[in-house]
């Protein structure tokens, strides 16, 4: 009998552990070691020696970011014309675009302007959970403004009477609930494992980044994880899909130009919120991304540049929001 005993040179912030293995006897194996309580955020790679000027950009889209959405939510709730269904759903989508960034974005320019890059083992696994709470269930608003499109332009004179306040709040209600389950089911899997080596992650902490570090097998959450974020994000991509296809054949029947124009570009601006939502989110989570920096732009892409993005489409391709 003979076993195998390693001293893994360990990153600052963590804690001395051993772990001992007897290849011969599996069952047999031993580990000795105290579980990590943090973890050291590193930040995009390869771009180290630019902190201020990451700091400074990240900031003014930050910024920006709230404000745009901020003004979209005062225009819609301080404009009586604008108090309709499709309205009540942009308001909630700026609302979901000011606190996507915010739930990884503070945390990242705190350690961009020389704070400390260290997140504790629960402000990792929150960040985690809302992380996934807010971006399922924007996933499922989208699906929702979706359907609210196909029933304004396929059924303009019944609009009013489907798409009834319970009928927009339940659906809302719904969203909601399937971001908690859906974050709730990742988080439980990912942070039920042991974690009591390496320690460092991406500048926030998701899945793709925490699971490598565990000290036990993460087979299983790997699949769960990719599983239910596939199956969800499939789900939601299908159901807009038929949504909009109806749409656009509608639409296609009209026969004035101005009535096609318009139906158009109400749901133009849809598509492509849609787009800078879905398209990183493919990225990500089918690892088609071998770059690092690649992979971290992506990220970034997702996480505050597509919120960002949302205000500006939204705002310059709606007549009644410019107004």
């Known amino acids: 009998m003979y076993w195998y005993c390693t001293y893994p040179n360990l990153p600052p912030h963590s804690y001395f552990h051993i772990f001992c293995e007897n290849p011969d006897y599996p069952s047999m194996n031993v580990k000795n070691h105290t579980l990590l309580n943090e973890f050291i955020l590193r930040g995009i790679p390869q771009t180290e020696g630019l902190e201020a000027v990451r700091c400074a950009v990240f900031s003014f889209i930050y910024l920006f970011n709230l404000l745009g959405n901020l003004l979209i939510l005062v225009a819609i709730v301080s404009s009586s014309t604008l108090h309709m269904p499709m309205y009540f759903f942009l308001g909630l989508l700026s609302i979901f675009d000011i606190l996507f960034p915010s739930v990884t974005c503070p945390k990242m320019l705190l350690y961009l302007s020389g704070q400390s890059p260290v997140i504790s083992y629960k402000g990792c696994a929150s960040q985690l959970y809302f992380y996934h709470l807010l971006g399922s269930a924007e996933g499922c608003l989208y699906s929702v403004m979706s359907c609210d499109c196909f029933v304004a332009v396929c059924h303009p004179l019944r609009y009013m009477l489907i798409m009834k306040p319970g009928v927009c709040v339940s659906l809302v209600v719904v969203a909601g609930l399937v971001g908690c389950l859906h974050a709730t089911i990742l988080t439980s899997f990912t942070f039920q494992l042991s974690y009591c080596g390496p320690n460092q992650v991406d500048y926030f902490c998701d899945i793709p980044a925490v699971l490598p570090l565990a000290c036990t097998d993460s087979a299983l959450a790997q699949r769960v994880g990719s599983i239910n974020v596939g199956f969800l994000a499939l789900t939601l991509l299908i159901s807009i899909c038929v949504c909009y296809t109806l749409t656009g054949i509608t639409i296609l029947r009209i026969r004035s130009a101005e009535g096609r124009q318009k139906?158009?570009?109400?749901?133009?601006?849809?598509?492509?919120?849609?787009?800078?939502?879905?398209?990183?989110?493919?990225?990500?989570?089918?690892?088609?991304?071998?770059?690092?920096?690649?992979?971290?732009?992506?990220?970034?892409?997702?996480?505050?540049?597509?919120?960002?993005?949302?205000?500006?489409?939204?705002?310059?391709r709606n007549k009644e929001v410019k107004r």
């Open 263 to 316: 139906a158009f570009s109400t749901c133009s601006a849809h598509l492509i919120a849609i787009l800078c939502a879905y398209g990183p989110v493919i990225i990500i989570y089918l690892k088609s991304t071998p770059n690092p920096l690649l992979g971290a732009m992506v990220q970034i892409l997702n996480n505050i540049v597509s919120p960002m993005l949302n205000s500006l489409i939204y705002s310059l």
